[in-house]
């Protein structure tokens, strides 16, 4: 089971990844901070992921953000995966399919040499939004 985190654990590991700093950037932040750290409920890959997804975005982005996730009615990591996900554009989520399917548990230097230099770049931004995860150098992912 997944430890859920208390609300002051929950909103230093969210800024941390919105902000990349523990504090927000502006009142209105730190309130819509708040309504997200509400939403992920403690989990802290839910708090990473939506973290990673709204650093720098603006605050009519983070809005928007929050509104989309409102119309989920229970969330589930997958769900909030998914908005993630869903932001991708065409090049990236083709090469987030190619590393679900063939390399997972594979060097992300190898990478990169098989899908073109764009991997390159796109694994960052995967790393970024926690739809993957680089340890020791070798590329995972949750399932």
């Not at 992921?49 to 990591?77: A, C, Q, R």
Request: hydrophobic share 40%; net charge negative.
């Amino acid at each position: 089971m997944l430890k859920e985190l208390n609300h002051e654990e929950a909103i230093e590991l969210f800024n941390w990844w919105a902000f990349k700093q523990n504090i927000p950037r502006s009142k209105d932040f730190k309130d819509l901070s708040d309504c997200v750290v509400k939403y992920a409920k403690g989990l802290p890959l839910a708090l990473k992921v939506l973290g990673g997804f709204l650093y720098n975005k603006s605050i009519d982005e983070w809005k928007s953000t929050l509104k989309k996730l409102e119309k989920i009615p229970h969330m589930k990591v997958h769900n909030i995966l998914r908005v993630s996900y869903d932001k991708l554009d065409d090049v990236e989520q083709r090469i987030f399919l190619d590393i679900a399917c063939f390399f997972r548990g594979e060097d992300k230097d190898f990478v990169p040499r098989i899908l073109g230099s764009d991997a390159d770049i796109v694994i960052r931004v995967l790393q970024e939004r926690c739809l993957i995860t680089i340890y020791e150098n070798m590329i995972d992912m949750h399932d």
